[in-house]
C-alpha cells in the first residue's frame, strides 16, 4: 500500500551544496509506539487501507514509493563554543508535503543513521528520548508555542550502545521547513555570494512571498526572523523551558 504523500520537493532547486542525498538505515521489523492521529487528519494523510506494519516502514523510509529521493540538509553554527560545519547528522527528508490548503510542510526522520553530517556519530537515536522529544513538542504546540510537530515515533528493533544498550527508534516529526539561521551562516562559510542570494530568496518565496513587493526585501527578512525568535524565547521562558543545545 502507498500513502498519499503530495510531495513537491523546492529545497532540491538549491544548489547541491545544501544538502546531500542519503539512504536510511534497515530495519526489518520496525514497530510503531506512537501514532499521531490528529497531526495525520491535519496533513490530510490517509491511513485506513494500510496496516500498522506497512506504516511503520513507510514513517522509517523502509518503503519507498515513487522512487522519492531523500536528503539530509547542510548547515553550520556554534557548538561547544566553537563555529562549525554541522548539518542533519541523524535526520533525513522524507520530501515536503502539501496539504489540502496548500501549506507545506517537511517529513523529517529523526534518528534515521548516518549522513555525510555525522561527523563521529552513529545518526541513530533510542526510545526514550524520541517519546520525550514527542511529548514536549506536542505540548507545546497545544500551548500555542511554535515548534516542529511530532507524527510518529517507531521502534526499530535495533539496541543502541549510549551509556548502556538501548532500544533504538526513530521520530517522524513535521516542521513548516528546516531552514536555519544556520542555513544561512553555512552559506556564509562557503564564501559565494550567490549562495546567500539563493537561501535568502528561497525563504523569501516559501515564508514570506508578499516581501518580494517591498524594496530592502533582505532586510525585511531579518527583521521579521528577528521579531519572531524574539517571542519564541520568551515564549520558552514563561514556561520554563530550555532548550537542550
Keep these: 500500500m502507498k500513502l498519499n504523500w503530495n510531495f513537491d520537493n523546492t529545497y532540491l532547486n538549491l544548489p547541491d551544496i545544501f544538502y546531500s542525498f542519503v539512504k536510511p538505515n534497515v530495519h526489518k521489523n520496525p514497530k510503531i509506539i506512537i501514532l499521531n492521529n490528529k497531526l495525520l487528519e491535519e496533513l490530510n494523510l490517509k491511513i485506513n487501507s494500510i496496516n500498522r506494519n ?27 563554543g566553537h563555529f562549525t560545519m554541522l548539518g542533519d547528522g541523524r535526520a533525513l527528508l522524507l520530501g515536503e508535503h502539501i496539504d489540502k490548503q496548500n501549506n507545506r510542510y517537511d517529513i523529517q526522520l529523526k534518528g534515521s543513521g548516518k549522513t555525510p553530517y ?9 526510545l526514550g528520548a524520541m517519546l520525550r522529544e514527542y511529548i514536549i513538542s506536542e505540548s507545546m504546540h497545544y500551548l500555542g508555542i511554535p515548534t516542529t510537530r511530532s507524527l510518529a515515533v517507531i521502534e526499530t528493533g535495533e539496541n543502541i550502545m549510549r551509556e548502556k544498550e538501548l532500544p533504538g527508534a526513530i521520530l517522524t516529526r513535521v516542521a513548516k521547513s528546516h531552514i536555519r539561521v544556520g542555513t544561512f551562516q553555512f552559506a556564509l ?35 521579521i526572523v528577528a521579531t519572531k525568535q524574539e517571542d519564541l524565547i ?11 543545545v
Design 234 to 244: 520568551v515564549n520558552w521562558m514563561r514556561i520554563g523551558f530550555i532548550h537542550g
Design 189 to 223: 562559510m562557503n564564501n559565494n555570494k550567490n549562495y546567500i542570494e539563493d537561501i535568502t530568496n528561497y525563504t523569501i518565496n516559501r515564508h514570506f512571498p508578499e516581501l518580494n513587493k517591498t524594496k530592502n526585501k533582505a532586510e525585511q527578512l531579518l527583521h
Design 54 to 80: 506497512e506504516l511503520a516502514k513507510i514513517f522509517t523510509a523502509q518503503s519507498s514509493q515513487n522512487n522519492i529521493k531523500f536528503f539530509s540538509q547542510a548547515y553550520a553554527g556554534h557548538q561547544f
Design 118 to 126: 555525522s561527523r563521529n556519530g552513529d545518526g541513530k537515536a533510542v
